[in-house]
């Protein structure tokens, strides 16, 4: 069966930085795409960033573009969300997300299949 460990997540002062993990088993990330999504309590999940098979096809929510940034490694099914100049808005429990879906549901939660079980992050200002 697919699961997807976070690693990474804290507290963290506004203006620093924290980098994120996701380690896929029995996903193969070369045929898919992997995701960061975001939900603060009483939000709805937000798409954070994503990136299909390489690091050269990535997708991205304004909010975060030009502050974060997201990686992979597809031999490891690795995918890694680098967030710099954090603002305390960015709190939030951040999901890791598996699947393999079309343009359109990319930054959809229903684009993905297998979810990891979130990693809070915490930004103090």
């Known amino acids: 069966q697919v699961q997807l460990a976070e690693s990474g997540g804290g507290s963290v002062q506004a203006g620093g930085s924290l980098s994120l993990t996701c380690e896929a088993s029995g996903f193969t990330f070369s045929n898919g795409a992997m995701g960061w999504f975001r939900q603060a309590p009483g939000k709805e999940r937000e798409f954070v960033a994503s990136i299909r098979r390489s690091s050269s096809n990535t997708y991205w929510a304004d909010s975060v573009k030009g502050r974060f940034a997201i990686s992979g490694n597809s031999a490891k099914n690795t995918v890694y969300l680098h967030m710099n100049s954090l603002k305390s808005e960015d709190t939030a429990v951040y999901f890791c997300?598996?699947?393999?879906?079309?343009?359109?549901?990319?930054?959809?939660?229903?684009?993905?299949?297998?979810w990891g079980q979130g990693t809070q992050v915490t930004v103090s200002s």
């Open positions: 997300a598996a699947g393999y879906p079309i343009t359109s549901t990319l930054r959809l939660p229903s684009g993905y299949r297998y």
